[in-house]
């Protein structure tokens, strides 16, 4: 156990704000977002922003031509930080690393107090676009932008473009994989999702404040229309948030020499990272994730602790896959709250900030009920993860700096990649898929990822106008995944016909 308090790292304060303007030219941006986080973070802490050694900035997106936010924002907080960095790039997983990586800063003894911080004005910039946009089409979304800023790749012309577009291929995998039947697999979203709900409605940060029953969430109409198949609205992630949340670390020494009282004070342990490949279509698998695995596994060993000394734990949830996947993992009970901010959809989606948020709830719920807490962060297109244990009391196995890096024993466990082929036409088998809908509630695209009979990989556009295979599809009564059927060559690319 680590004894010296100048190198143990605590959580002494955290703060999170959302931003409601009637007229979006009143609202706040991304900066102003986090400059308003971290006053409230330190008026939690009782100490001046004034004198952070360290301060790490969460990639935004929603005001992207504000560039590197490092100067402006220690600037409008009154700090000359020594390390000031902002993250290369906006995903999921970034707050847990900032996390991570301030407390190894600590551990080493390089820093006295370090903040990290990130905030997302999309609904506002959402406003801003639209009052600004001539003619008839006023939609703004900045992820779908973000995720096609170049020209279009393979995955892309088959519509794999924003994560709402991947994260059912991981959906509809796990669900075969695990045997359940469409029903069975939606009901357990829907049960899932309808905690993050209540967890939401009791939490002064959240977006969303109103619970949703499971049969709100299964329910599909006009205000829960249907996105990527097996997903609706009300299963997705709300970036159409204005939110910015931050936190303040400390040496346990330092937290005293400014008189903070113990029972504020949360112990941060170890972490744990590993990764997907960057390309979803050179991945080994759908139906799981030994990156997700091994963060998981490696940070409950690495603090000594079992799912069993968990008192709450936030399961990240930009979609359903994810918790699902992560709670199998970890051993966490279907039936427990799996988020202690409320998920992405209700508590709220602010792009790679969602952590951050989930930070400061699991402070907040540690310093009034229970002793540990576990938090999964997760990026990109099911990409990054990172994990981390927060508890009320030292961590007897936490030892820092460490190095959370597990990439290779995650590339160790890997299965085979299959070859990706993008000319092929023949018999295949699904290995997974999804439908496109329209904002009207219509399917208007679709998409295979294939299998050939030499476990080559390719992909396969559905023709949703074919009512038989659109059924087959969606319809539940029988699994697609596995089954065989013919890619076709066509005018432009290929296509899958049952």
């Given at each position: 156990m680590m004894t010296d308090?100048?190198?143990?790292?605590?959580?002494?304060?955290?703060?999170?704000?959302n931003d409601r303007p009637d007229d979006p030219d009143a609202g706040l941006d991304s900066l102003g977002l986090m400059v308003a986080a971290l006053k409230v973070a330190a008026e939690d802490a009782g100490v001046p922003l004034a004198g952070i050694d360290s301060l790490a900035i969460v990639d935004q997106i929603s005001?992207?031509?504000?560039?590197?936010?490092?100067?402006?924002?220690?600037?409008?907080?009154?700090?000359?930080?020594?390390?000031?960095y902002q993250s290369a790039a906006p995903h999921g997983d970034t707050p847990v690393r900032l996390l991570n990586e301030a407390a190894n800063r600590i551990g080493a003894g390089e820093v006295k107090l370090a903040a990290v911080v990130g905030g997302e004005a999309l609904r506002t910039a959402a406003g801003r676009a639209a009052k600004a946009a001539s003619g008839e089409d006023k939609s703004y979304n900045a992820i779908r932008k973000v995720a096609t800023r170049r020209e279009p790749d393979y995955a892309q012309k088959h519509g794999l473009a924003a994560p709402v577009d991947v994260y059912p291929l991981y959906e509809n995998a796990t669900r075969a994989a695990w045997g359940e039947s469409l029903e069975d697999a939606q009901f357990e979203s829907a049960e899932i999702w309808s905690r993050f709900s209540e967890v939401a409605a009791?939490?002064?940060?959240?977006?969303?404040?109103?619970p949703a029953s499971p049969a709100?969430?299964?329910?599909?109409?006009?205000?829960?229309?249907?996105?990527?198949?097996?997903?609706?609205?009300l299963m997705v992630a709300n970036s159409s948030v204005n939110q910015g949340a931050g936190f303040i670390v400390a040496s346990l020494a330092e937290a005293r020499r400014r008189g903070i009282s113990e029972d504020r004070l949360i112990y941060v342990g170890m972490g744990a990272a590993a990764k997907e490949p960057a390309s979803i279509l050179h991945r080994d698998r759908y139906d799981g994730s030994v990156s997700m695995e091994t963060s998981i596994t490696r940070t409950l060993e690495l603090n000594a602790m079992t799912v069993e000394d968990l008192d709450c734990v936030e399961l990240y949830s930009c979609f359903p896959c994810v918790p699902k996947m992560a709670r199998r993992i970890l051993g966490w009970p279907w039936d427990r709250p799996a988020s202690v901010f409320g998920g992405l959809t209700f508590?709220?989606?602010?792009?790679?900030?969602?952590?951050?948020?989930?930070?400061?709830?699991?402070?907040?719920?540690?310093?009034?009920?229970g002793r540990t807490g576990f938090l999964f962060a997760n990026g990109g297109f099911a990409?990054?993860?990172h994990c981390v244990v927060l508890a009320k009391e030292p961590i007897a196995a936490a030892r820092f700096p460490q190095d959370f890096d597990y990439q290779a024993e995650a590339e160790a466990k890997r299965g085979p990649v299959p070859?990706?082929?993008?000319?092929?036409?023949?018999?295949?088998?699904?290995?997974?898929?999804?439908?496109?809908?329209?904002?009207?509630?219509?399917?208007?695209a679709g998409v295979v990822v294939a299998r050939t009979p030499d476990d080559k990989r390719t992909l396969a556009h559905v023709d949703v106008s074919d009512a038989a295979m659109l059924a087959f599809l969606t319809d539940g009564k029988a699994e697609p995944v596995g089954s065989t059927g013919q890619i076709v060559a066509l005018d432009e690319g290929y296509g899958w016909r049952a």
């Open positions: 308090p100048e190198r143990i790292p605590v959580i002494i304060g955290v703060g999170q704000v005001f992207h031509h504000l560039g590197k936010l490092c100067e402006p924002l220690a600037a409008a907080i009154g700090a000359n930080p020594a390390i000031n009791a939490n002064d940060g959240a977006w969303i404040r109103k709100d969430i299964l329910r599909i109409d006009e205000r829960n229309r249907p996105i990527a198949f097996p997903y609706s609205k508590g709220g989606g602010p792009i790679a900030n969602y952590m951050s948020h989930a930070v400061v709830s699991m402070v907040e719920k540690l310093r009034h009920e990409t990054d993860n070859e990706l082929v993008e000319d092929y036409a023949g018999p295949a088998t699904i290995e997974s898929y999804t439908v496109f809908y329209g904002r009207d509630g219509a399917p208007k």
